[in-house]
């Protein structure tokens, strides 16, 4: 992979720019067959299963962030979670990792981990050292803003290192070495940059090195929450074939969080919908494109120009238009 040296701009979608849809533009190509997501399903295996979510958070008033919301990630699978800032998707993947904090309050909910060795895990009963193995062993996090979230102090090395001495007890330090360099072509940087520091590296190698470590202990479940919402869209293009690839190539289900519906439809099986806390529609990504049912995933649809074109013609080939 080549060496990013392109700048960073923040790149603003349609949504984020218009609060107000229009409404009236016609969406996909419903003369296309719809897809079976029934028999799609019959055929997979989850490995995440979350049931009844509802998550406050306990302020003056009360913020209902997440509103019984049911999510189903199969093995292998990417699934996107889309929906405008503020709708609750943060909320929605703490939740099933075990991440909230006060004020946040799991107020209802089950979250089930089927794995790879065959035992169910009842993640909200986790505790303590359960849970902290639990956690980056078999689900990892991209944090939203994680990029910036590297010590600035510390090489990138030792913070690998760190997350191997506190998971791995057993590794050697060749063993860790082996692994970084691994991890680092993995995802397209130049090993030589283990001893870097983070303002060393651009913003897509920061974010390439936040994925490495998400990788590190080989979890079955990755969640991304906007791991390509800061970055120059090029860069974000090459770490999302990168993604695609690693899931290919090490069959780790995704679960990929953003607003951006164009970008979700290219990489996902899988979307689903969020409104005000709740999941509105949940379909295979073709269907969401050709076949939605909400209104307001019409608007959403309709709110990005990208979609509207001849067949939505780019959408999946990840061939830019
Ligand atoms: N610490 C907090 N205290 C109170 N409200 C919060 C807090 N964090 C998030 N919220 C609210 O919860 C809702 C969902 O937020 P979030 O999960 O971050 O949405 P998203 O990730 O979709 O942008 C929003 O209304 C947000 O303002
Ligand atoms: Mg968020």
Same mark, same amino acid.
């Given at each position: ?12 979608? &349609? ?16 003369s ?30 009360p ?21 405008? !800032? ?12 075990r991440?909230?904090?006060?004020? &946040? ?35 990892s996090?991209v ?5 910036n !979230? ?16 506190t998971h ?14 691994e ?14 520091? &983070?303002?060393?590296? !651009? ?96 608007r ?5 120009? !990208? ?15």
């Amino acid at each position: 992979m080549a060496t990013e040296n392109t700048p960073e701009k923040k790149t603003t979608t &349609a949504v984020a720019q218009n609060e107000e849809f229009e409404a009236t533009v016609r969406v996909g190509d419903a003369s296309r067959p719809v897809a079976d997501l029934a028999a799609y399903m019959a055929k997979q295996t989850p490995v995440v299963e979350a049931k009844g979510m509802t998550i406050n958070y306990e302020v003056d008033p009360p913020v209902h962030a997440v509103v019984d919301v049911d999510l189903t990630v199969n093995r292998g699978e990417i699934v996107g979670l889309a929906g405008e !800032s503020g709708c609750g998707k943060t909320t929605l993947a703490y939740g099933i990792n075990r991440l909230l904090k006060p004020p &946040a309050l799991l107020v209802g909910g089950e979250v089930t981990f089927h794995d790879a060795s065959g035992t169910d895990i009842n993640v909200i009963a986790l505790k303590g050292d359960e849970l902290r193995m639990f956690r980056w062993d078999k689900v990892s996090m991209v944090f939203q803003g994680a990029m910036n !979230s590297l010590n600035p102090v510390i090489s990138i090395r030792k913070q690998l290192y760190d997350v191997f001495t506190t998971h791995r007890p057993g590794m050697t330090k060749r063993q860790m070495n082996d692994r970084c360099i691994e991890l680092f072509e993995l995802v397209g940087v130049d090993p030589n940059r283990l001893d870097s520091f &983070a303002h060393e590296l !651009s913003g897509g190698m920061r974010q390439r090195v936040m994925i490495a470590m998400a990788l590190a202990l080989s979890p079955q479940l990755m969640i991304m929450d906007e791991p390509t919402t800061a970055l120059d869209v090029v860069v974000q293009r090459g770490i999302l074939r990168e993604i695609m690839r690693l899931r290919e190539q090490l069959q780790f289900a995704v679960i990929f969080i953003t607003h951006d519906l164009p970008l979700l439809l290219e990489i996902s099986d899988r979307i689903a919908i969020m409104l005000r806390g709740e999941i509105i529609e949940m379909n295979l990504a073709e269907n969401i494109l050709h076949h939605p049912q909400e209104e307001y995933t019409k608007r959403l649809l309709g709110s990005f120009p !990208s979609l509207m074109g001849e067949r939505g013609s780019f959408v999946r080939t990840g061939e830019d238009s």
